[in-house]
């Protein structure tokens, strides 16, 4: 008789056609899940708003997979009428400010309404419907567990309401922390409150929460003290072999030496990750004659807030700036391919040392030299030495900034790599071998 399979309920808000770095961590997952003994099932919204979309990734879902949605009430709309944005402006990164940047009287009020109602967040409108849907999968397939993709969070609250139904057990996944991050609502006592209760109630709930970088599991340590260590899981994210032009990792490092020296920064840019101290580090080396700008580009690509655009037209370096809007997923990684170095920059704010991004994987599948604008010392640094890919430098250390970029500048005038890269090393955060230590999880917890 065949083995009988093995379903596992994924519960995300962000799924193809979304865009950006949200959907990428769980669409490998659903992609690979079945390579190892687990069979998908999503949960999904049936009319979601997202910021970004990108029709080509639902290439990349199983032919078979089971999606099931569930209606979504979304609030922007009424947002963008409220504070005057038009329709089709990217709100994530034109909403994030710099800590102490003034807003608009309506822009206030509509923050408050933000921190004062929409507990978790803005998606709490999915929560009733998408409970009701899960209930249905349950009753019509052999479900053996769940997972939940966060943020946002009010995914993980429908799985911990599915839990308590069902009894089954359930992985809470975390791509950022929760409650006190940098892009999360400062609210006020009893809303902060309520958002705690939610918050420790997921933590203690879950059997186990699986968490992209290390510093979520500690974020959590720290407000919960009864929350035990060993139940926090660490799965790094990573890149797929399969989205780059040349799928063998040896072969992408030998570098092509572009006609211009080319560093791309990919990804979103606003109030505190912005470009800043690395654009005033290349005026620095122009100033000196230490590189010719004539023989450099600087290729910014994804969405931008209106402060960046203004940052990318200083005079000194606006003609070799190169902006391209937001492109689907794989053109992206083949801009990443076909550049000499890439550019990693991190939010500037208090937990800047413990911030991985999921992106810097992808930009180490690429096989190219990283100038990361983040902590020395810090979990980005860590990386960059584990794999011998790049350096990282401290926001504010622009000389710093000069030399590594000069470093990139001299290796491209060589035709020589500035880093050795270790092909090996970087192998081993290939989106398959996270998806294998996921299904392990979840074999560990059926199998009790």
């Known amino acids: 008789m065949p083995e009988a399979k093995k379903y596992v309920l994924i519960v995300t808000y962000y799924f193809p056609p979304a865009g950006g770095p949200g959907v990428q961590r769980v669409l490998k997952f659903i992609k690979y899940l079945k390579d190892f003994g687990w069979t998908p099932i999503v949960l999904v919204p049936e009319n979601p708003e997202y ?37 089709g402006v990217s709100l ?39 409970v009701k849907e899960g209930k249905q999968i349950l009753k019509e397939y052999p479900v053996s567990a769940i997972y939940s993709s966060s943020p946002p969070y009010t995914p993980a609250l429908i799985a911990r309401a599915l839990h308590r139904i069902s009894k089954l057990p359930w992985i809470a996944g975390f791509r950022d922390p929760w409650t006190g991050f940098h892009n999360t609502p400062n609210r006020w006592a009893l809303p902060r409150k309520i958002d705690r209760s939610l918050e420790h109630s997921v933590f203690s709930e879950a059997n186990l929460v699986e968490v992209a970088w290390k510093g979520i599991a500690e974020d959590a340590l720290g407000k919960y003290l009864d929350i035990p260590r060993d139940k926090f899981i660490h799965i790094p994210n990573g890149f797929d072999g399969a989205d780059y032009p040349e799928p063998d990792i040896t072969k992408r490092a030998a570098m092509p030496r572009n006609a211009l020296c080319t560093i791309t920064y990919s990804g979103s840019l606003y109030g505190p990750r912005n470009p800043l101290s690395f654009l005033k580090a290349v005026e620095q080396l122009i100033g000196s004659k230490a590189i010719d700008p004539s023989k450099m580009k600087l290729r910014f690509v994804g969405r931008f807030g209106a402060e960046i655009h203004e940052m990318l037209d200083r005079p000194l370096i606006k003609p070799m700036i190169e902006k391209i809007e937001y492109v689907p997923h794989a053109r992206a990684v083949e801009l990443l391919a076909d550049s000499d170095a890439l ?25 190219r030299p990283l100038i990361a604008i983040a902590p020395p010392n810090g979990a980005i640094g860590d990386l960059l030495r584990e794999t011998e890919a790049g350096e990282a430098v401290a926001n504010a250390d622009i000389n710093g900034q000069a030399r590594l970029i000069k470093q990139i500048y001299n290796g ?13 090393v970087i192998s081993q955060y290939e989106r398959r071998e996270a998806t294998r230590k996921l299904a392990g999880l979840l074999d560990s917890l059926t199998n009790k």
């Open 51 to 87: 910021p970004a979309r990108d029709e080509s990734l639902l290439k990349e879902l199983p032919s078979d997979l089971i999606i099931r949605r569930a209606p979504i009430f979304e609030p922007y709309s009424i947002y963008r009428k409220f504070t005057g944005k038009a329709k």
């Open 92 to 130: 994530d990164v034109n909403v994030i400010k710099e800590a102490g940047a003034k807003l608009g009287k309506r822009e206030r009020l509509a923050e408050l309404i933000r921190e004062t109602l929409f507990i978790p967040d803005a998606r709490i409108g999915w929560f009733w419907s998408a």
């Open 412 to 424: 491209w005038s060589n035709s020589t790599s500035a880093f050795a890269m270790k092909p090996a």
């Open 343 to 367: 550019l990693l920059i991190v939010d500037e704010v208090p937990s800047v040392a413990q911030i991985v991004p999921g992106k810097v994987y992808e930009y180490l599948g690429a096989m």
